[in-house]
Every structure is written in structure tokens, then in C-alpha cells.
């Protein structure tokens, strides 16, 4: 079968799955000799506490396998393969189990499996709820990265009346466009109005089954050369270089969309060049050293940027403009200067390595870098050696969106600080002495239309921007600690006020006061603590005072 020549519902590799007349869930034939699908699929009905019996052990049964996507070839038999039993974790990752056919499927044309972006494709499954033995289609678009670990994508039915149910675990995903398999269903939201479910996407499928690599098409997200110089070795590279790791984790996880992250690699062995290398690999689903094998220490997690948090990463040494613009078209079904359309797309995250070793650099970064940029896309670029020229040329592409960003973060600190400046008169009037409280959110909005004034202009402003950044940074952190030190000043008078008062109770009250000096002490710190704004260190000296009188009376 060509890609993209089936219509939806001729493809021949649907299958279900049963076990004498007990429809257990479906799969997709892969080859002409493998099912695939899920594990909880043909795993062990569930235990007497209704709990499911996830046992590592491989069933050892056979169950019949239908295919539905051919009426003229009979069922066959079909046993866990060799090595291809995973079951689901304790967090569900995993759940995938590929079955051996006991004859080869008649005429089998097992599906192509394909890596495609993970959002915004509008894709149909095939299911078998209770009474539709026939089989069920629903038609849902894929919304991006979800599930334990990252393992997952979420899928949002079309139409929330014919969405995914118990009956379609282990349903072949495919892509609306081209007809190739992109996962294969792995539960749904029973009750959740919305049509919510999610598919395991290739990608994890590989991660775990090797096996299935050889019926995979579709370029892969991550170019060879990052496992190449991936080092699993526990003390390789990151203890050699933490900072960065966690500067690149960092980057993925939290930066802004249009951001773009410049990093000088050096050569393929420096540290810097292993740790690129080791954020993509662990990032890849397809690649996660935990996936195919036993679970590994991945190092602290703030190094270990989340699975598909990169969605291509690609060494461009040696590479012409368009072979890079090809591959990203390919990789991300977008073209570089695509504008992004909003609730359409998701913006992507890319690494972009040896830049200035492509063919062209000064043009990759302008024609292709620039423009992704811009339309929101997020990149970290790798050079070997330091380039200023690209630098300014991928700085300018951030700084509008920087300076949007800038001007609402500088608004949320004029808030942070008016909302300050309310608490400061609040306390003042009831605890003295107060800190001051910052004020520098006007005259730094002031400053930022400058800089985007400059900007308009064309002249270079990174470093501006760069510490206009650092400083409402500085501004949010002084307006939350003086909240912070208004609200203990408070709360310590307020502890003052208790124990006075719980002190006046132990000692007895009246009979105490009339001790020589005990009812001066005492009125001086109830003075100081109720009347007008508290004076702290006095009222809480005689507090002291009196506390001392009381234990030597």
C-alpha cells in the first residue's frame, strides 16, 4: 500500500483482539507476521478487588486476533513475542505488548508507521465498545505532549458524542492526511464532557519496542550525531558541567515563546557539546535510555529536560539553507517563515547545532533561524565558536517579542508594587519603623518605551533589553520581600499582644500588678503595644522587662 492512497476504513491492518467471544480490545498489524498493541489488552482479567493484575510476567495464552480490515481472511493466534512485553508501570508509562501471529496474516500488508508532529493533525481510530462488535470510528485532532513521563498525546474528539471508550485500547491511530499509523490508543476520560483521550505516539512505541523500528517511516526528531556523543556514564558530562545542564533543561522547560537561547559548544568533546548532546537525547521519547531498557539514574531533575519537551533537533554543519528548511518542514509540518496561526498550532521548541558550520550561516540565521523566531518558535542555538554577527542577527528576532513580554512583566510589578504601597500604609499605621517601599516600575516602563522606541529604529538594543530584564526582575523580588518583612512586622506585634497577655494570665493578674514596680512594667508594654503605632523594639524590650520582673518575683 502507498502512503496516503488508502481512504479511511480500506486500510487492511485494523485488527481486534478477543479471547474466545470476549472482545478484549484491537491493534494493528505490523508486517505480516506482528499485532500490536497494548498490554493491559491481553494481560490477566482483573483480580477479585477489581484491581487490574499488572504482573511483569508475559501471558502465556494465545488469544484470537480478527482482521477486521479484511472480511476474506480468517482469524489467527497470537502470543506475546519474544522480549516485546511491557507492561504498565506503576505511573502507567509503558503498556505496549507486540503479539506474534502463529501463521503470517494471508496476503498481509501490515501498516507504515509514522513519526508526525504531535499537534493539530486530525486523526481517526477504530474501536470496539461493548455491542459494537463491527467496529466504532471516531475522528478526534491531536493537542500535544501529555500522559506519565511525557509518554503520551492527548486527543480531543471532533465530535464529544462519538469519542474514544472502554473497547478501543490498543486502536491504531492514523493520521487523517496521509493514512499512516501515528500511535495507538491508550485510555480515555470516562467522564470528562469534552471527548478527551490519549494515544501513545511512535516515537514512545520505539522507545520501547525496538522491534517495530523497521515498519517506522518519517524522519526522526533527533539527528544522529546528539546520541553519537551522548554519555551515559553517571559522571560524564554532567558533573562536569552542571550549570549548563540545567541551564538547558531550564531553557525547555520555562522559556519565553520566540526566545532564542546562543550557546558556544566548542568541539564534540567539550562539556558543554556533551551536555547539548545529553538534554536532547533524554528529551526524546524515542531515545530516553529508560524506555527500551532498565529504568537508569537520569541525574536531579532540573538537568533533565521533560520527554518531547525538544521537538527536532537537528546538526546543521555542512548544511545548505534549504536542506534546513526542508528538514524542519518535514520534521515540524511547518515552513520557517509560516506566520503562526493562533489555536492552530502549538509553537515548537528546536536545538539548532553548528550553526556557524553550515554552508551558509549569516543566511541560515537570517532566512531561516530569524523568521521561526519571530512567529513565535522557541531555539537554541549551538555554534562551535563565538559568532557576534549571529548573535545580533538571532537577538533581533527575540527582542519584540522580549520587549512584549517585558512590558507586561513590568505592569505585573507596577501592580506588585501598588499593592505594597497599600500594605505599607496599612502596618505603618500600626508598626513602626517600616521599610520603604521600592518604586521603580514607572520610571522603568518609562525606560522600556525607550528601548522599544530604539528598537522601531533599528538600532541595537539587546543589552538594553537584556538589563531592563534583569532589573524588573529585581523590582518584583523587592516588592515581594517588603510584603514578606510588612507581614511578619505585623504578625510580631501581634505574637507580643499574646504573650503580654498570656503572661498577665499565669501571674494572676490584679495580685501581681500590686508588686512594686510589676504594674508600671506591665501598663508601659500594654501602652506601647495598643496605643498608636508600635514602636517594635521598645514594646518588645518591655515586653522582656516585664517578663523578667514576673520569673523574679
Not at 402 to 422: F, G, H
Request: one cysteine or more; glycine letters at 10%; proline letters at 8%.
Amino acid at each position: 500500500m502507498e502512503t496516503g492512497q488508502a481512504r479511511q476504513g480500506d486500510e487492511p491492518w485494523w485488527v481486534r483482539i478477543r479471547r474466545a467471544d470476549k472482545i478484549l480490545g484491537a491493534g494493528v498489524l505490523v508486517g505480516s507476521r506482528h499485532v500490536l498493541t497494548c498490554a493491559h489488552v491481553v494481560t490477566e482479567p482483573p483480580s477479585d478487588t477489581g484491581a487490574p493484575d499488572w504482573a511483569d510476567a508475559v501471558p502465556e495464552g494465545e488469544v484470537d486476533v480478527d482482521f477486521v480490515g479484511r472480511s476474506d481472511v480468517p482469524p489467527g493466534r497470537a502470543r506475546v513475542a519474544e522480549g516485546c512485553w511491557v507492561p504498565p508501570r506503576a505511573d502507567e508509562r509503558g503498556d505496549l505488548a507486540l503479539l506474534e501471529l502463529r501463521e503470517p496474516a494471508p496476503g498481509g500488508r501490515g501498516a507504515t508507521l509514522r513519526r508526525l508532529p504531535p499537534w493539530n493533525r486530525q486523526v481517526y481510530t477504530r474501536g470496539f465498545p461493548t455491542g459494537v462488535d463491527n467496529g466504532l470510528w471516531v475522528t478526534a485532532r491531536l493537542s500535544g505532549r501529555s500522559g506519565p513521563g511525557g509518554e503520551w498525546i492527548q486527543m480531543d474528539a471532533e465530535l464529544p458524542d462519538r469519542r474514544v471508550r472502554r473497547g478501543f485500547s490498543g486502536s491504531a491511530v492514523a493520521d487523517a492526511a496521509t493514512h499512516d499509523v501515528v500511535g495507538i490508543v491508550v485510555g480515555e476520560w470516562p467522564r470528562d464532557p469534552g471527548g478527551h483521550s490519549w494515544m501513545i505516539p511512535v516515537d514512545t512505541i520505539v522507545g520501547y519496542l525496538p522491534q517495530v523500528a523497521e515498519f517506522v517511516t518519517g524522519d526522526p526528531a533527533v539527528d544522529p550525531s546528539f546520541p553519537e556523543r551522548y554519555d551515559a556514564r553517571p559522571h560524564d558530562p554532567l558533573h562536569k558541567d552542571p550549570a549548563m545542564a540545567r541551564r538547558i533543561a531550564d531553557f525547555f522547560q520555562r522559556g519565553a515563546p520566540g526566545e532564542v537561547m546562543v550557546i558556544v559548544t566548542g568541539g564534540a568533546g567539550s562539556t558543554v557539546s556533551a551536555a547539548l548532546a545529553r538534554a536532547v537525547v533524554l528529551s526524546n521519547r524515542e531515545l530516553r535510555p529508560s524506555a527500551a531498557g532498565p529504568a537508569v539514574e537520569l541525574g536531579p531533575d532540573d538537568t533533565v529536560p521533560a520527554p518531547g519537551s525538544i521537538d527536532l533537533a537537528l546538526d546543521v554543519s555542512g548544511k545548505t539553507v534549504e536542506e534546513v528548511s526542508k528538514r524542519i518542514a518535514a520534521g515540524l509540518g511547518i515552513a520557517p517563515g509560516e506566520p503562526a496561526a493562533p489555536g492552530q498550532r502549538r509553537r515548537a521548541a528546536l536545538v539548532i547545532d553548528g550553526v556557524d558550520a553550515a554552508a551558509d550561516p549569516d543566511a541560515l540565521a537570517d532566512e531561516v533561524l530569524r523568521p521561526l523566531a519571530e512567529h513565535d518558535h522557541r531555539i537554541l542555538v549551538g555554534l562551535r565558536q563565538e559568532s557576534e554577527k549571529i548573535r545580533q542577527v538571532l537577538g533581533h528576532a527575540s527582542v519584540r517579542r522580549r520587549l512584549e513580554a517585558l512590558s507586561a512583566r513590568v505592569a505585573e510589578v507596577a501592580a506588585e508594587e501598588r499593592a505594597a504601597r497599600e500594605r505599607h500604609r496599612y502596618v505603618a499605621a500600626r508598626v513602626t519603623p517600616v521599610p520603604d517601599v521600592p518604586r521603580g516600575a514607572v520610571a522603568l516602563r518609562l525606560r522600556v518605551g525607550a528601548v522599544r522606541a530604539a528598537a522601531g529604529r533599528g538600532e541595537p538594543v539587546l543589552h538594553e533589553v537584556a538589563a531592563c530584564e534583569a532589573e524588573v526582575e529585581d523590582l518584583a523580588r523587592k516588592a515581594a520581600e517588603t510584603r514578606l518583612r510588612l507581614d511578619e512586622l505585623l504578625e510580631r506585634r501581634n505574637r507580643l499582644r499574646g504573650l503580654l497577655h498570656a503572661y498577665r494570665s499565669e501571674s494572676g493578674g490584679q495580685r501581681s500588678e500590686r508588686e512594686i514596680g510589676l504594674a508600671t512594667l506591665y501598663r508601659r508594654a500594654h501602652e506601647l503595644l495598643f496605643r498608636g503605632p508600635c514602636d517594635l523594639p521598645m514594646a518588645t524590650q518591655s515586653v522582656d522587662d516585664y517578663l523578667r520582673a514576673l520569673r523574679s518575683r
